[in-house]
């Protein structure tokens, strides 16, 4: 598969975050099938950002071990012929996209064209053109009463990122790859709120998934226009009953193919790279959910819940409970018929 990197600026924006730094940036890292033995191998993130994204982390670990990981993407390869469904990533509230690659290669490798999107001064670890690698001015200002703007904020990056994807004019050189049919999009924490509430302005997204964030709320357009969407979280903190009451209050708006399930044993960084390379080091919590594990998890339902979405497969892992995956609970089921975006109908 090939990866290349866009950097996109909104000039209509100024940045929230930093207003003196001007216009609000994005990086975005598009995966997309690539012809074998094209293209040069695309390193996990470059060791300067892995050095900032440890340090604000406060990970004391060489900065070259986690830049060294290697990944299955080949920068700048020759792309496949055809079209192909786009999903969209937003990662979680400092952490950098690269924390989502194996996610993303994973639906790359399924048969989709992935755009994981940074969000300037969100996190630590992403070089930006001109100015290198940007500070997490963010980070200690988001909390309780700024959740909801970050979100919506976040939202207007996700959908300017579309614009410049699906437009007529776009920058991204192999933009005609993308069928502009099928949008997905999904997201970590921040990203998933970031996710939901993007799908309740922009209809041009027609799945989504909220990776263990929060939601937040979007009024009446909370119930999607009956699109669909998939909730899955740690079940120590969404289950129903749990601390975060969002989860229960999102499922009673959605009006459209709908699952909520819970990964017992998974922290809420489970969903994301972190888990599967804090297992390779040797520092699994020996009363959680193996990383190695995780990835599995999040990478069978995430990609079970766009193929069937978005590629028209049936999917019965998403059905219910399965033998195969004692660890995931799926916390409510509907009594009545919702039809997918695919055409077909299942029942939630």
Known sequence: MGRNSLHLVDQDRRDPWAPKAGDRELMVSI?????????????????????AFLKQMKVELPAKVLSGTRTHTYADAKPELGKFPLVVFSPGFKTPGATLTSLAEDLTSRGSVVAVVDHAYEAAGVDFPGTGILPCTACGKVGPTSFQPA????????????????????????ADMIDKNKVGMA???????????????????????????????????SSLSGRSFLMLGTKADHSPGSEDKTWGTAWNKLEGWKRWATVTGADHFAFTDLAPLAGQLGEDDPKGLPGKRAAEITRDYVGAFFDQQ????????????SKANPEV?????STRDAKDNSGTSSRP
């Open 31 to 51: 995966y997309y099938p690539a012809q074998k033995g094209t293209g040069k191998p695309a390193p996990y993130m470059s060791t300067e950002g892995a050095k």
């Open 151 to 174: 979100a919506e904020g976040r939202a207007k990056d996700l959908s300017f990122t579309l614009d410049q994807l699906l437009g007529s004019t776009s920058p991204w050189q192999h």
């Open 187 to 221: 997201g970590h924490s921040l990203g998933g709120a970031s996710t939901a509430a993007t799908m309740a302005q922009d209809p041009r997204v027609r799945a989504g998934v909220n990776l263990d964030g929060p939601f937040i709320d979007s009024g009446s357009k």
């Open 310 to 321: 978005l590629r028209g497969k049936d999917e019965p892992l998403l059905n219910g409970p």
């Open 329 to 333: 609970t799926f916390q409510h089921t």
